[in-house]
């Protein structure tokens, strides 16, 4: 999976992927060029799967996960960065942190979809916001910064 500023870069990447020997290949028009998908405007999803190409554009409003880009809080330190995503995996439902607890579950819903943990990036919705609601995020962000720590 990869990002990509504009939709037309995606499809210049097309002939690229038919070289090599990906099974799957996720490009998604993502926010600034990288891989994450923004909650206040749809984005394209290209799919290519041996050497065939489909693509649909994913609209977050159709998920209850629209936000407006004047939520999101830019620029940010990478301390209140970091403080934004411990909330939103802890659960945090405020207004504060409205985008970002958006993004997270829109986001995550459309990898377990394309990835096939899910047969639709509803059932990747409900399955997100059920993990924020029980802090795995949080539990598991834990355990990676633990492995980190020396004695």
Known sequence: MMGAFHRTAIQKMHPVFQRLTYKEVFIVQGAEGSEDVPVHRG???????????????????EYGLYAD???????????????KITAVLAGDESADTEYERKQVIMNTALRYYLFGHCAAIEEGVRTAEKQLKEKAGLEALER????????
């Open 43 to 61: 984005s394209f999803v290209f799919a290519i799967k041996s050497g065939a190409i489909d693509s649909f554009i994913l609209k977050p409003e």
């Open 144 to 151: 990676w910064k633990a492995s980190f720590t020396r004695p």
């Open 69 to 83: 880009e004047a939520k999101l809080n830019k620029p940010l330190s990478a301390e209140k960065q970091a403080e």
